[in-house]
């Protein structure tokens, strides 16, 4: 173990005992931190002073943030350790529950939930006292129409959840599958009660009766499955959805029976990068782990326009086989020319059987096209659907499988076309 000089901060000063407390925090909101980082945050500290709130913060990050998915939980917990001085009653308004209509509630920001529970554990919920009311003050509420755990959860936004909600999404995703029809080839095979005469068999039969046609051979359609590429944004404003989207994707492509015939996963921030192989080990930590490591772009801009020319050149002939199906896993916030995008979509669209579009910005009831990346790929997809909860997910298999579902795209479509020209 290693030793550590004594420490300039006095002992009977508080702000290392908040430190520790802290630590333990950020802990059980999910960030691996022990007592080493522990101290040598109270060491960094004690060396940067305690002067100045940002000066502050960056210097416990250096400390104990160690990847870049850890920034969120981070923040939240710090704002509501060090900053708010109101933070317990905030936290205690987004564990208790509150009947709607009272006041206006506020949506959580990212990770606060879990910020809160961390910071919540051990804490008595009820911090006031029980009042017993009356006869006249007695309140029913019709629980009829309330739905389950497991029906909120596959409801709620994956940005949304707590560490506890984020787990048990994880279990129920991987249990969810995506089947596909087959799709019937030009090939033809034997069949005893076929729909197709199939005279070269009727000959062949006849030959070995010394050319006496006894009966007529009938032959079928060979089914062939389609392959599935999903190609999946980990950009900044996209890390929390793709992880959830990429532990589904997990589950599809080690499904066995699903129908597919291959499936591909590609993902893309600034540079794309194949992980199929990575997603291919059955252990879905691992096969995460493996993936983020291989893609140095996590959370990163995001340049669709480039991802999708460098898919088209270099992937589209080997993983696009007749029939594909391509999920597009992105909010369509890009920094590429808005013409490079639009021309690399539509040769993407070309390539492909279906191309189905999946953004999380979809879940808001006044959603519209107005980002200019959005406006370009819009009319060159298929289907365009949300993808912020695991319903949204289990709603996917009805586009995959229906070649008519549109989703939100012909009304987005209109609209555009009502506002003006793109």
């Known amino acids: 173990m290693a030793d550590y000089p004594a420490l300039g901060i006095p002992d009977e000063g508080k702000l290392s005992h908040n430190i520790l407390h802290f630590a333990r925090a950020l802990r059980k909101a999910g960030l691996p931190v022990g007592p080493g980082r522990a101290i040598d945050a109270v060491r960094a500290v004690e060396a940067a002073g305690f002067t100045d709130r940002a000066d502050f913060h960056h210097t416990l990050a250096a400390c104990f943030v160690s990847r ?33 209509g009272a006041a206006e509630e506020r949506r959580a920001r990212p990770a606060e939930k879990r910020a809160a529970e961390a910071l919540l554990d051990g804490v008595p919920r009820d911090l006031s006292d029980p009042v017993e009311p009356g006869p006249e003050e007695d309140i029913e509420i019709d629980a009829t129409g309330t739905q389950s755990a497991r029906e909120r959860l596959k409801s709620l936004d994956f940005e949304q959840m707590s560490t506890a909600e984020t787990a048990e999404a994880k279990r129920m995703l991987s249990r969810l599958r995506l089947p596909v029809a087959p799709l019937v080839s030009r090939r033809s095979q034997a069949a005893r009660h076929g729909r197709l005469p199939d005279w070269r ?21 060979r089914p062939r499955w389609p392959n599935l590429v999903v190609l999946c944004d980990i950009s900044g404003s996209m890390s929390q959805y793709s992880r959830m989207v990429l532990h589904f994707l997990h589950a599809v492509l080690n499904a066995r029976g699903a129908g597919w015939a291959r499936v591909h996963a590609f993902t893309f921030g ?41 898919f088209n050149r270099d992937w589209s002939r080997r993983v696009l086989g007749p029939g594909a199906v ?52 819009l009319p060159h997809v298929d289907c365009f659907r949300a993808g912020h909860s695991i319903r949204s997910l289990e709603e996917l298999a009805e586009a995959v499988s229906e070649a008519r579902d549109t989703g939100e795209r012909d009304r987005l479509l209109a609209a555009m076309r009502h506002s003006g020209p793109v």
């Open 270 to 310: 600034t540079r794309l990068t194949n992980i199929t192989r990575h997603l291919a080990t059955r252990d879905v930590d691992a096969a995460l782990a493996a993936a983020g490591a291989e893609a140095p772009d996590w959370e990163g801009g995001t340049r669709i326009g480039s991802a999708l020319h460098a």
């Open 326 to 377: 391509v999920l597009l896993i992105t909010d369509g916030l890009d920094r590429d020319e808005a013409d490079i995008l639009s021309r690399e979509i539509e040769r993407l669209h070309l390539s492909a059987r279906r191309l189905i579009w999946i953004n999380p910005l979809l879940r808001w009831d006044g959603f519209a096209p107005k980002a200019r990346g959005i406006q370009a790929m």
């Open 68 to 100: 870049p998915e850890h920034r969120a939980v981070f923040d939240q917990v710090f704002r509501l350790y060090w900053r708010d001085p109101r933070f317990l009653e905030h936290m205690m308004s987004l564990m208790l529950p509150a009947l709607r």
């Open 201 to 221: 068999g009727t000959m062949r039969a006849s030959l070995r009766a010394g050319g006496e046609v006894r009966d007529f051979s009938q032959k079928n359609r």
